[in-house]
């Protein structure tokens, strides 16, 4: 499986950004897709965690802000983030499990600036 993942950038505390992440190869219909963050010296921490289902999971910090969606179709998680703070700023990645493996994507950085 490969995740390619999109959306980063800079943005000021108050703005908004939207990632997105497409996993391909041998995808398997039941899994979960989500996001994780890592800033520089902190250990990598949920954002948000969504199943093929449908049931979604959140990091204390983002709850309320940040919004994770997918399309199953597309094979595609989605992350609205909302209301950003300095302390949003990390690099981001997508990951990908099902039943017998966990893949993740190369990360993408997001910069919120104060």
């Known amino acids: 499986v490969q995740l390619q993942a999109s959306g980063g950038g800079l943005v000021q505390a108050g703005g908004s950004l939207r990632l997105s992440c497409t996993a391909s190869?041998?995808?398997?219909?039941?899994?979960?897709m989500g996001w994780y963050r890592q800033a520089p010296g902190k250990q990598r921490d949920l954002v948000a965690t969504?199943?093929?289902?449908?049931?979604?999971n959140y990091g204390d910090s983002v709850k309320g802000r940040f919004t994770i969606s997918r399309d199953n179709a597309k094979n595609t998680v989605y992350l609205q983030m909302n209301s950003l703070r300095p302390e949003d700023t990390a690099v981001y990645y997508c990951?990908?499990?099902?039943?017998?493996?966990?893949?993740w994507g190369q990360g993408t950085q997001v910069t919120v600036s104060s």
């Open positions: 190869g041998s995808i398997f219909s039941i899994n979960v």
């Open positions: 990951r990908y499990t099902d039943r017998q493996n966990t893949y």
């Open positions: 969504i199943a093929s289902g449908g049931i979604t």
